[in-house]
């Protein structure tokens, strides 16, 4: 298995632009979760997925952020309009109900 | 509520020992532990469920005192590839969720 796979590596937008992350979680893994990491903060989660279907999205920081997985392979955390503040790593896990795993995460600089 | 690590950086020398704590204010219900080197992913070592459980990998092991809501981690014989940060995720009794929380890390540099 390829793992967890998560696109671009690397995003660097303007401020106000729409920001696009893309996860491609294990095959067979039914949960899905999408964490924020920086270094005050640490790892947040901010909404997971169980069989394709949003679960807990209290962790979304604002209406700015929206997550979507229209299908067992493919997930989207979008930001629209990005801001500085949101300038992160941003990590897709997946789990079928024991250890997680990540993907390689996306770092994203807002300027 | 986050659990609380420490400490929260260590520097061992090639062969020492160190071990790591992970503690909780609420029930737990289960306790992951996880390793990210630096511009990498977190990558899982173990978890342990409630039981007071000891689990071991390789020379890196693990309890739970489900009592004191606390976890640690041994590191023994420490080897320059244990460098890295490592986090503790907790699972909480009752959550009826498989959502993690982790702790904020702790940075352990294994020197030769």
């Known amino acids: 298995d390829a793992g967890v796979i998560q696109s671009p590596r690397h995003e660097v937008t303007e401020m106000g632009q729409e920001v696009t992350l893309r996860c491609k979680p294990i095959?067979?893994?039914?949960?899905l979760f999408w964490y924020r990491q920086t270094m005050m903060r640490g790892l947040e989660l901010l909404i997971y997925?169980?069989?394709?279907?949003?679960?807990?999205d209290s962790g979304m920081p604002e209406d700015r952020f929206s997550a979507k997985m229209p299908n067992a392979s493919f997930s989207t955390l979008k930001i629209q309009p990005s801001e500085p503040r949101d300038s992160a790593v941003y990590f897709c896990?997946?789990?079928?109900?024991?250890?997680?795993?990540f993907g390689s995460g996306t770092r994203l600089t807002v300027v | 509520q986050q659990p609380v690590q420490s400490p929260q950086a260590v520097i061992l020398r090639e062969g020492e020992d160190a071990v790591i704590n992970c503690s909780s204010s609420?029930?737990?219900?289960?306790v992951h532990w996880y390793r990210q080197k630096h511009g990498e992913a977190p990558v899982f070592l173990m978890i342990l469920l409630k039981g007071g459980e000891q689990k071991g990998h390789d020379k890196i092991s693990a309890s739970f005192n489900e009592k004191k809501q606390q976890s640690s981690l041994y590191l023994t014989a420490s080897q320059l590839s244990y460098s890295g940060t490592y986090f503790c995720?907790?699972?909480?009794?009752?959550?009826?969720?498989?959502?993690?929380?982790f702790g904020k890390g702790t940075k352990l540099s294994v020197i030769p």
């Open positions: 095959s067979g893994h039914d949960y």
């Open positions: 896990a997946s789990t079928q109900g024991y250890g997680y795993t």
């Open positions: 997925f169980n069989n394709n279907v949003p679960i807990d």
């Open positions: 995720g907790t699972l909480y009794s009752g959550a009826g969720s498989y959502q993690l929380t």
């Open positions: 609420k029930a737990l219900y289960s």
